[in-house]
């Protein structure tokens, strides 16, 4: 199946201040987007693609002078892919506090001249839904096709579902959850506290020092990581194979082939990824409970949306298992919500909304062609 | 049901050198041990208890001069207890490379006059049986009633069955596993590097320079910690509460329950255990791998054994698995051993076998019963 091939990033510059949930406010900042497909007349084609933890604004196809930056949903968006760009105009969005370009810790923060650090505010899932809004009014679409997500991103579609209910008529919510449990907590929280405790952390002023606290973030992606993967998956991936030696080598270095995969993984992700980000985005993921301000009730909360819904899980996911998936299907039906609900059967844990799976495509394949459908 | 009460470590030094696994040598050492209970005349009723990862000698009863130091497993062993010190004669042994007591790291390396750091041999669970062979021939034991542990522990006993089958009638392995998984590799190897990344670790030498790895032992230890519950547990006794304030905090710091208990235990730990056991210990877990002399087929090296089996495990503890410990009985079973099998429901997940539990207390209870009936 072709990419839809070479793409561009933008930028839109926001001037008008963000409030935001904390009760801070972003005074002046720029999402840095990409968007695949033609917004037809009406401009009612258009779905909007929210990314998780450690992606961005790059869904689909490469960059001219990086032929090998390849989008991280390229197998989900493109022309006859399952969200089809010969359909839909199909947008990706850096969110706020990302280090991919739109206005986060690295940057200057206006009041100082100075990169922001760990002073640039604390952002939920609901502010950065906020912020994607305001690119969609610049943008002139006063309702998506569909809001669609994985894990993190699967929070932005249904927050959008909530605040915004006159906004989509689909929301795609794939392996992701109602809120964290304390288990999900406590993997962030341990993640956080490895980075925060890295000497070279700096408390967020790194960037001052010239240096990058790579030690509490290599540790933070080696937890993250294990989250992601299933306990089979990795025990038919890696098992108790040795790195390259036929012994035991009797010392604090490497011995199985996991644990290289996994070091190698750590240092790598140490080496693109902000610190400051990672912090922020965890806590996006902490705070995030839409149910909280109706007690807990989630099918009160859900009672505000309007759209259709398609839901996915994966089986062997342990981070937001299916149970999780399953919470938010019972509080759309109790509201009398149509939803689609697919519970795949993929050995891949958490992981596995990103991956090639036939029937997990196929699925979403087939929403989309309804999408299409009901708007044609 | 009273305690034993007040108990004192004792030592034995070995002057005798001990040839390790890894093919390195421990000259000179000595292993810290506590004995509950009478020994009999034939000597026929000892009962040997392992410990795991961060425990020691001390089983059972109170020090004289520290009266809140309980035992570890103080609910299971003392007079009236499942493990009857009226009737059986009971060993705790602190395992070499301890921090504890018995020669490790933190002791001087007589080839140096220098702490041994990160120079102390890396030790197998094979090498802490062997070391414990040899003070059960200092006290005379030619043949244990049982060999007893959880968790690492039990993996000891496991050895012992296979290491010296005329030397154990009874041979009981709690929440245990023959060897561990690539994601039990994986979340050790992630708290090792937190450990030897943490600059003040200086290569295992810290003593010397008058510091603790601190930021890298919390970590790992909050890292243990998480495997050590059960999702459900942490569920209910966190879940999403927040720690002493009505909202969010919108910074980096503890917002959640569950972090401030997690920060806690690590910060805890971090006092009192030493980083290059902590290094040594995960190893022996990693390393633990009987039946691969014999290719993986654990019935083949079980054949070994003479023994009669007890084993138990938790329903949901996701560390060691029920489905680890039915590998045994399998391997067991297919080699004709007499095998009691208990699967405990508990919530409390791997910590379930330190852990007051009426059926499970039971079932220790009534199989100790029986090697005493055994032998009377």
Redesign the interface.
């Known amino acids: 199946m072709p990419s839809i091939g070479i793409v561009s990033p933008k930028t839109m510059h926001f001037a008008e201040p963000l409030q935001l ?4 406010q972003l005074r002046d900042y720029m999402l840095m987007y990409e968007t695949y497909g033609t917004l037809n007349a009406d401009k009612s084609n258009a779905v909007l693609v929210c990314h998780a933890l450690n992606a961005s604004h790059h869904v689909a196809g490469v960059y001219a002078d990086q032929p090998k930056n390849v989008g991280w949903w390229d197998n989900m968006v493109g022309p006859g892919k399952p969200l089809d760009t010969d359909r839909f105009f199909v947008i990706g969005v850096n969110n706020l506090g990302s280090c991919f370009g739109s206005t986060g810790p690295m940057h200057n923060n206006p009041a100082t001249g100075k990169p922001y650090g ?1 002073a640039f ?2 952002v939920t899932v609901e502010d950065w839904v906020a912020a994607q809004a305001r690119l969609a009014d610049q943008l002139g679409i006063a309702q998506f096709a569909a809001v669609m997500g994985g894990s993190l991103g699967g929070m932005q579609a249904l927050a959008w579902s909530i605040m915004y209910p006159d906004r989509l008529r689909h929301c795609v919510v794939i392996a992701s959850t109602p ?5 999900n ?3 962030n ?2 993640a ?3 980075i ?4 070279d952390y700096h408390g967020g002023d790194f960037y001052e020092h010239g240096v990058v606290p790579r ?1 509490g973030l ?2 933070a992606r ?2 993250g990581h ?1 989250t992601y ?1 299933s ?1 089979d998956d ?2 038919e ?4 194979k040795l790195r390259g030696v036929e012994d ?1 080598k ?3 270095g490497v ?2 082939e ?2 290289s995969y ?2 190698y993984q ?1 240092d790598k992700f140490s080496e693109y990824f902000d610190a400051n980000t990672y ?1 922020l985005i965890t ?1 996006a993921l ?2 995030f ?1 839409p149910a909280r301000r109706h007690g807990g009730d989630l099918a009160k909360t859900l009672a505000a949306t309007k759209a259709k819904f398609f839901l996915a899980s994966f089986t062997t996911d342990w981070r937001f298992s299916p149970e999780r998936s399953r919470e938010i299907v019972q509080a759309l039906i109790s509201n009398r919500r149509e939803v689609t609900y697919a519970e795949i059967d993929a050995p891949h844990g958490h992981d596995a909304f990103l991956l090639e799976d036939e029937r997990y495509m196929n699925m979403v394949r087939a929403y989309y062609e309804r999408v299409w459908k009901e708007q044609a």
């Open positions: 949930q904390s009760g801070a760990a505010p604390v809120k964290l449990s304390a288990q907590i406590a993997f929280d341990v956080r506290t490895a925060l405790t890295d000497p030690n290599k540790v080696m937890i294990i993967l306990d990795m025990a991936k890696f098992g108790r035991y009797f010392g604090f011995d199985f996991i644990e996994l070091r750590g912090l806590k902490d705070y409970d």
